[in-house]
């Protein structure tokens, strides 16, 4: 029964079933037709591997369940004095065997309800009632304890069995204590640690308006507000300077801006563009200090190693993307999580938890908490340490396990976006669907919880282990989120958009011992100041010539600083931009997967060389000042200005080019100046060109 559960599902990978989360061969449409064929050839051992555990898995557990079962009737009917014929047996056996398949599906539908969205929800009538009513009304927790309860009961006449051998006894009472011992956290050697350490976190398209401690009006960050209540500061205009993970992790490891360190999407074609480029960790390691990195799915091995951000001693990170996804798309099936949804099953089966998150968050938050804890236990030993850490909850679609996905959602609200958004939704206008944006905004706000309680854990585990006094905490955002509007009903990010949200991010820093001003600071703070923040912080010498500034006499309230400007780009168009806008063709025509010399996948996405330039120059582009946001948008025939007065104008409704043609002449240069530090562009005739003459004619989106 189990194995035939999982085979049906299994069958349907590549077909409907996968559809619904993107997880389809095409990998979510980024890799076309030829990086398909490599997939194929080069993780073919990998599917195999993996369906053979997962069959492995489902025919052991029926195999030991059937036999629990058949032990539980025969000695239920011993106890009435009769006999179990066979075929009775059989029909009780696989009815106990569908009670737990049935509980197992109802633990996981409540818990991960987007698991089976296309399943229930989206399926309208009585299946969508029936998932209402159960994730609405019953806790997973409710329904796990129902599983193993079924579990215990029909394994109590084997138990007993068993339990009345001595031999039996003292094996299990040998593994006990074998299994505590090795299950142990080890705990910190009393005074090994001296500090100062520091903790960088960065939150996963994290928007700092829908931080309570930002403002918000909704609760969703109480841990990060008493932290900076009790020890730190929030910089409420903190800004990121791309609004692509890949490259701002990168900008915040070296401040220094993605043209100048050359990681400029994630289908990053090389290493640091200069071996002079300096890393947070790497300066911190000259020091003595033991470096190590922890991330959840989407800090993966692809930036996270030591050609892109080298100077960890540990790289404890993420497989390349599309081997998660393979083993994601295979492993989501009930019975397997709910079984294996635990402290046990997460070590046993590392690598299916290991690649948890985005499509498949199962267990993932609680595995990652593990490994996090066991490493600050180890580094709590070191002298110093600087420990880098990410977490994923709020990356789009917003799919927040339990309780988090109804904690801000209406509970009377039906339809598509119930436990997640929609992806690419095709209508813009938000006419008409108020309720929708609504319900997505709601969902988002869950997944900020999400974050911020992944955030107390680590403050949380820092004071178990005594490492609060010695420990700076930083918080801060890869990008930010375009949300639903007033004005618009898009959501996610594109390269196109260059919405402000997409790249205003939470930056908090709790540093006890430091005596701060307010706890609030609304002067505007860069991505590119953190990393000289962070030495002046630990008492490291800051290098020259950084594109950053500490922001420490802020936080201190012993200094100003003069009036900085924001630049920013954007990075990847995930979908094709409409004309007048300057693009190129869709992620599938342009995005390759290679193989090395020996036919092993490299781990790694590749942009076509031919469509490099192309890509430079179609990024979008603004600079914001003290009052003043102007946005640099390329077309096919030049380029667009766009001035808005942001204080007057938060929102973004009045261009004011064309009234203040001088602020934007002024604001145009600077932008320009700023960017013809890109070694592909220069600046010709008040706009940005390709430094080499018929760049744009290849990987146009007509060709």
Not at 73 to 78: E, H, I, Q
Not at 520 to 539: F, N, Q, S
Not at 579 to 601: D, E, I, K, N
Not at 659 to 665: F, K, Q, S, T
Request: hydrophobic share 45%; aromatic share 10%.
């Amino acid at each position: 029964m189990f194995v035939g559960f999982y085979t049906l599902i299994a069958a349907q990978q590549f077909t409907r079933y996968a559809q619904p989360a993107g997880m389809d061969l095409t990998i979510a449409g980024v890799a076309g037709p030829e990086a398909v064929r490599i997939l194929v050839d080069a993780l073919w051992p990998v599917i195999v591997t993996v369906n053979a555990t997962l069959l492995g898995f489902h025919a052991g557990v029926g195999f030991v369940f059937g036999l629990l079962a058949g032990g539980f009737w025969d000695a239920v009917f011993r106890l009435r004095g009769r006999v179990l014929d066979g075929r009775a047996r059989s029909l009780l056996v696989a009815g106990s065997l569908l009670i737990v398949a049935v509980l197992a599906f109802g633990v996981i539908a409540v818990r991960y309800p987007f698991q089976y969205d296309h399943l229930l929800n989206a399926q309208d009538g009585v299946l969508r009632r029936l998932h209402d009513g159960l994730t609405a009304h019953v806790s997973p927790t409710a329904l796990t304890v129902a599983l193993w309860g079924t579990i215990t009961m029909l394994a109590l006449p084997t138990l007993f069995r068993t339990m009345s051998r001595r031999w039996a006894i003292a094996s299990l009472l040998v593994l006990g204590v074998l299994g505590l011992g090795a299950w142990r956290v080890p705990s910190a050697a009393p005074g090994s640690n001296d500090g100062p350490n520091v903790v960088l976190v960065f939150l996963e398209s994290a928007r700092s308006d829908f931080f309570s401690i930002n403002g918000h009006a909704r609760a969703t960050s109480p841990n990060v507000d008493r932290l900076v209540a009790a020890n730190g500061v929030t910089f409420t205009r903190a800004w990121s300077h791309v609004n692509g993970t890949v490259e701002s992790v990168v900008t915040v490891m070296t401040s220094a801006y993605p043209h100048q360190h050359g990681i400029r999407s994630m289908f990053h074609n090389d290493a640091l563009a200069s071996t002079r480029t300096r890393t947070l960790p790497a300066l911190l390691r000259q020091r003595g200090y033991a470096t190590r990195v922890v991330t959840d799915w989407d800090g993966d091995v692809t930036y996270f190693n030591e050609q892109v951000l080298p100077g960890f001693d540990e790289y404890d990170v993420a497989e390349f993307g599309v081997v998660n996804y393979v083993k994601q798309i295979y492993a989501q099936y009930f019975i397997f999580y709910a079984l294996t949804d635990n402290e046990v099953g997460h070590r046993l089966f590392a690598t299916f938890y290991r690649a948890g998150g985005g499509f498949t968050p199962a267990g993932s938050d609680a595995y990652y908490r593990t490994r996090i804890a066991s490493h600050l236990a180890e580094l709590a030993t070191t002298r110093r340490f600087f420990l880098t850490l990410f977490f994923s909850n709020a990356h789009m679609n917003y799919r927040c396990a339990y309780p988090y996905y109804r904690r801000f959602t209406d509970p009377a609200y039906e339809g598509p976006n119930k436990y997640a958004a929609l992806s690419n939704p095709l209508v813009t206008s938000p006419t008409g669907l108020e309720r929708e944006a609504r319900q997505i905004r709601g969902l988002y706000e869950g997944c900020v919880a999400a974050l911020d309680d992944n955030v107390g854990f680590v403050a949380d585990t820092l004071r178990t282990l005594s490492l609060d006094r010695q420990t700076i905490l930083v918080v801060t955002g890869d990008h930010g989120e375009k949300l639903p509007d007033e004005r618009a009903f898009r959501y996610g990010r594109n390269a196109a958009w260059l919405e402000p949200a997409e790249f205003h991010v939470p930056l908090a820093v709790i540093a006890p011992g430091l005596g701060v001003g307010h706890r609030h600071i609304e002067v505007p703070a860069r991505h590119v100041d953190i990393l000289p923040t962070i030495l002046e912080l630990v008492g490291v010498p800051v290098p020259a010539g950084l594109n950053g500034e500490s922001l420490v006499p802020l936080m201190t309230g012993r200094g100003s600083r003069q009036p900085v400007d924001v630049f920013a780009e954007t990075g990847f168009h995930w979908t094709p931009v409409a004309p007048p806008y300057l693009g190129y063709p869709p992620m599938t025509r342009v995005v390759q997967l290679r193989l090395a010399s020996g036919g092993a996948l490299i781990p790694r996405y590749f942009l076509r060389p031919e469509c490099l330039p192309r890509i430079t120059l179609a990024k979008h582009r603004f600079v914001r000042t003290e009052r003043y946001h102007l946005n640099y948008r390329p077309t096919t025939t030049g380029a667009t200005l766009e001035l808005y007065d942001w204080m007057a104008d938060p929102v973004g409704t009045q261009n004011l080019v064309t009234r203040r043609p001088d602020v934007a002449a002024d604001l145009r240069n600077r932008l320009l100046q700023w960017a013809s530090g890109d070694p592909d562009l220069l600046v010709r005739d008040g706009r940005l060109v390709p430094r080499h003459a018929g760049a744009l004619q290849e990987c146009s989106p007509e060709r």
